[in-house]
RNA sequence: GGCGCCGUAGCCAAGUGGUAAGGCAGAGGUCUGCAAAACCUCUAUUCGGCGGUUCGAAUCCGCCCGGCGCCUCCA
């Protein structure tokens, strides 16, 4: 068994290859930084964040190349009304998405070409679409002439393309020769010369139109390796056509090459069952979620519960049911690590490292061996994440009811922990670790000595107004056989008394 | 009008020809001073509806009902 894919480009499940193993490259759009990313933007950079993560467990070297878009309609109209230069415009929001990246613990990729730094490449482009007669020179733009591009539709499968009846053919189109033609350079006007939005070339001054970034940053990219094609270009289903379209044509125009064997497309993520959307105010930001004190691993397991390729709906509710399921992991490993012996398994540890299971004294353990085996069987289904999810809840049932019997031998817990944060290094759903000063932690650890000797004392109203001051600090407490073990809600503040 | 997706328990959600994973919520129980956590048991004779194909269908086909997306710069 071995990786498959959903290809958009076959429309099919196939066998996941690269070129040149083991290395992948790994093409993904960015955001365009006019503004704050909101949680449908990340739903389908946390879905390539798991198909990375994935890739690198299964041992493939993946160059992980994402784009930002820094330069068009909107960074444009955005500037010019604020009176700065574009830069200064974008720069505040490349900043809040890397920030927000980190917040959902998404991988970051390993370079991030920004459009304004890639202006020659583009340019370079341009002039060799307009050589091969692929290009025009409009009034207003260098297009690129899909007629001349016969396999043109190929990816969204919309072959000539029909114009919805009255609909969307604007007046502003005069200057194609084809209505479907579309702009991979626009000449420079007074707004583009005022943002500072406007570069020389060949062929007129001006600026690159939103599909060329994306090919001339990925070939300049994958350039190093001699190659012209991508092992995966991916990003949600709105880009299939025109953007991802454009991109074949752009780039395969030049190349002679397919652009890229691998087409992914994530589904949308819709709020109360419909599409998200700025007009209504129907639509969150990452920074939303992170000022309601939402734990991002419960943002991740929301997300990996609905298949890549589903529409996913998002609620309250839904993702209470995440968190809840979240804090049910985060107790098991707490619980397996103390069974473990915590001084080599502290959180946080490099779970992918290797050199475990250690020496197999005793036969390995059923539920370990079925995660195993079910986790990897899953995600090598096109990416079942929440198929993978259901294997890691019925491994923690199964655990949890060794842990109870008590008679795992500690090789046992080691291969149990070992294979376990192997799969969270996938998932990465861990509860966050809430934060709190030393203060809030001696002020913890005090009361929690004058419930031990209220309860030794059995005076246990003493006892239990003492754990519901505690509550009311977010602290919830376990009292077991070893004593009692406390646990600080994130969410709620733990400093500051 | 064209292309495409979806409808599985109170909620979320896998499963796409062989007799319904998993999570959340709920009920009862074990453990506990009481809790909490964990575990055990229970909770869809049934997969939007109606037909058809098949030994066998949630899974394939047809029709209908309901929801959603894309169709030129929106992830």
Redesign the pocket.
Known sequence: MSLRLYNTLTRRVEPFVPLEPPRVTLYT?G??VYNYA?I??F??FLFEDLLRRHLEAQGFDVLHIMNLTDV???TIKAAAAAGVPLAQHTEPFVRAFFEDRDYLRIRPAHVYPRATECIAPMVELVSRLLERGLAYRGEDGVYFAIGKFPTYGCLS??ER?????G??VASDEYAKED?????LW?FADPTDEQAGAAWDAPFGRGRP??HLECSAMALQEIRRFGVQTLDIHA?????????HENEIAQSEGVTGQPFARFWLH?????IQ????SKRTGNFLTARDLKEEGVDPAAFRMLVF???YR????Y?D??L???A??VR?LG??RD?LVEAAGAAEAARGADAGGDGLPPLPILPPLPPVEELRRSFTAAME?DL?A??A??AV??F??AM??E??GGSLAPVQRGAALAVFDRVMAVLDVLPAVAEMDAEFRAWVETHLREREAA?KARD?AR??ALRTELLARGV?????PGGTRWRKRRGMEGGGL
């Open positions: 759009c955001p365009t909101h449908g933007n739903r389908t068009d309609d909107r499968r919309v393309r029909e114009l919805q009846t609909a969307r209505a479907r033609d579309f702009a626009k139109g939103w990003g949600a289903v709105d880009l299939i056509f025109p953007h994530g589904e949308f993520l819709q069952g419909t599409k998200m519960s609905t298949h589903q529409q996913l709906n609620t509710e839904a209470e049911a995440a809840e399921g049910r107790e098991f619980r289904d079942n929440p198929q999810l259901g809840f019925t923690v049932r949890n009811r842990l109870d309860r246990f006892a239990d919830e407490l376990e009292d077991g």
